[in-house]
């Protein structure tokens, strides 16, 4: 009989990847919605899951799904906060995760929020939808070769967006609690604050860890900034002040702010015209309230071809692991051995 498995968070153009690269033979349920409370009842009947980063897999989630007799419960991204571990492992669920795919990805897009918000090319584009030909006045800026960025986590994706800069000329500053001496090629590493007060560009690359890397980012870390720099964040809403950063950009303490990720974005992104009216909102609505100062992107990231083949294979791999005794470093949380 064929292992079954359930893929939430499953958009229309990405089944054909899924189909061509079941190498396996895995019967496959696609669903369009993330994972909920709502809808978890379609996991019944099913193997394993297959998650993306807006789902809900909760201490209640996790304990429903262990009455389906659901013991895989899978990512097929490298966040994995999403994932309680601690249930998980209290249920003896075993939960793995994609730990790197194409990092050019992320680096791709957070480079071009970086270009947009740095040239003002939205606030451009928008005067001249209101028909305003001038040009504004963040146009008027230095070039590439003239900036310095500073890459804030450098691993495979912060070292893939450092490399683009450096590949076009600028000065790439780094920090990381753990720095990588491969990367001296393309950027240089100094301690936060000396990043941060250097920089016309900071970009975050920093993964959420529950009460460690949570608003690691906030109020002390943007005083020491430019008042002309530009913040990026395409890691994780959580590890950022997201109050402090709109605090920021009101004051005029830095320019503008472009993100891929925020609060309480499971319950709007992939959705249209969401009811905003909840308090949970808040942040989202007084960010919108600032463009084009602040732009926001759906969480598209990791959303190109080849970062879904990198997903999807790692993702089957990763069942066709669990299901033969085979755990690696991709296993978050393994069986206990009786």
């Known amino acids: 009989m064929s292992f079954k498995i359930i893929s939430f968070g499953t958009r229309e153009n990405e089944i054909s990847y899924f189909e061509a690269l079941n190498t396996y033979n895995y019967q496959m349920t696609y669903q369009k919605e993330n994972l909920t409370a709502d809808n978890i009842q ?7 899951i297959l998650l993306r980063a807006n789902s809900i897999a909760d201490k209640d989630n996790l304990n429903q799904l262990k009455s389906y007799g659901i013991k895989y419960v899978f990512t097929r991204t490298v966040g994995y906060n999403h994932i309680d571990l601690d249930q998980a492992k209290h249920n003896n669920q075993i939960v793995a995760y994609v730990p790197t795919y194409s990092p050019m990805a992320v680096a791709n897009l957070a480079f071009s929020l970086a270009m947009m ?27 590439i070769q003239d900036l310095t960025v500073g890459i804030i986590g450098t691993g ?11 590949s076009l000329g600028a000065k790439v500053l780094g920090y990381d609690v753990k720095r990588n001496p491969q990367l001296t090629d393309r950027l ?8 941060l007060q250097h920089s016309d560009i900071v970009s975050l690359h920093i993964p959420h860890t529950p009460g460690q890397t949570t608003k690691l980012f906030g109020k002390t870390e943007l005083a020491l900034m430019k008042s002309s720099a530009i913040l990026i964040n395409t890691s994780r809403a959580e590890v950022t002040d997201e109050q402090a950063i709109i605090d920021a950009i009101k004051s005029q303490q830095i320019k503008g702010f472009a993100t891929d990720v925020i609060s309480n974005e499971s319950a709007i992104f992939g959705k249209v015209e969401p009811k905003l009216t909840d308090e949970k909102f808040a942040i989202l609505n007084q960010f919108s309230n600032l463009y084009p100062r602040v732009i926001i992107t759906p969480h598209i990231g990791s959303y190109t071809k080849n970062a879904l083949k990198d997903m999807i294979t790692t993702s089957y791999q990763n069942f066709h692991h669990a299901l033969t005794d085979n755990f690696n470093e991709n296993f978050l949380v393994t069986p206990v051995k009786s």
């Open 42 to 48: 379609l996991c019944q009947n099913h193997d394993g």
């Open 117 to 143: 918000q740095y040239r003002a090319l939205t606030s451009s584009v928008v005067a001249v939808h209101t028909m305003d030909f001038r040009p504004q006045v963040g146009n008027f800026v230095a070039e």
């Open 156 to 166: 495979s994706i912060g070292a893939a967006e450092a490399q683009l800069w450096q």
């Open 188 to 195: 240089t590493y100094t301690d936060l604050a000396t990043l």
